[in-house]
């Protein structure tokens, strides 16, 4: 089971717009201001892992994760750096039942750009993956391709949502929860080395934020509620592939 993600419809345009798009068509859409998407609602989500719907008109919103709530926000959501980009099922420093819980939140669907993703690994959580020849491919040949036996788990922008299960125990199950997400351009940006740095993910409040909305009962039904942690954004370079 997947967890649906709700998004505004000024979300689900921008989403629509550039949902088909490979990367150089959407990154060409920056040149002139009139086609550019950047900083559109909708430009960063990670559609590439989540179950997108649009937020219905007539939603009821039983709780509000805002920035303008200051420490209370920053408290209760995260973008931990060890659980950024590139991750890996046996990563040695995950959140217990992590696997289950991302899944059910954000499964990744690994595609032809993730080869050779397992040296772009997370730099807090790398480890030597085992590789294994794809299938059909002859063990003895040198350009044989390889692949990670373990499974991706991520490879976008993970925030972790904690303490939701006694905040929303008396709430409608039909209910949602709105949560703002910031965008840090530096490590959402074109390049890799922003994805895989130590840096702190940077949470401005003067800056540019999505917002995601997810259901009472989707939460309560989730493997953890009192842990929900969401690929949600994705890096502009998302699509471009791995080089090594």
């Given at each position: 089971m997947q967890a649906t993600i709700f998004i505004p419809p000024e979300a689900m345009r921008t989403v629509e717009a550039i949902q088909l798009l490979d990367y150089y068509d959407r990154v060409t859409l920056s040149d002139q201001p009139a086609t550019d998407l950047t900083a559109a609602p909708g430009y960063f989500l990670n559609t590439a892992a989540l179950r997108i719907?649009?937020?219905p008109?007539?939603?009821?919103?039983a709780l509000s994760l805002s920035p303008d709530q200051g420490k209370a926000?920053?408290?209760s959501l995260t973008a931990p750096k060890?659980?950024?980009g590139v991750v890996y099922a046996g990563a040695p420093y995950?959140?217990?039942h992590y696997a289950s819980i991302i899944r059910y939140w954000s499964p990744i669907a690994v595609s032809a750009f993730h080869q050779n993703a397992v040296y772009y690994?997370?730099?807090h959580n790398a480890y030597l993956v085992q590789l294994t020849f794809a299938e059909g491919e002859d063990p003895m040949d040198s350009y044989a391709e390889r692949m990670p036996a373990d499974e991706l788990l991520t490879d976008g922008i993970v925030f972790c949502i904690s303490g939701l299960a006694a905040r929303l125990e008396d709430c409608d199950s039909q209910h949602f929860v709105e949560i703002f997400l910031p965008i840090d351009p530096v490590i959402l940006g074109i390049e890799h080395d922003g994805l895989r740095s130590t840096d702190e993910y940077r949470f401005?409040?003067?800056?540019?934020?999505?917002?995601i909305y997810v259901r009472v009962a989707d939460i309560?039904?989730?493997?953890?509620p009192d842990l929900v942690a969401i690929s949600a954004l994705r890096s502009e370079l998302f699509d471009y592939g791995y080089v090594y």
């Open positions: 719907a649009e937020l008109a007539a939603a009821s919103i926000y920053t408290q060890e659980l950024r995950l959140p217990p690994q997370n730099v401005d409040a003067s800056g540019q934020w999505e917002r309560m039904a989730s493997p953890n």
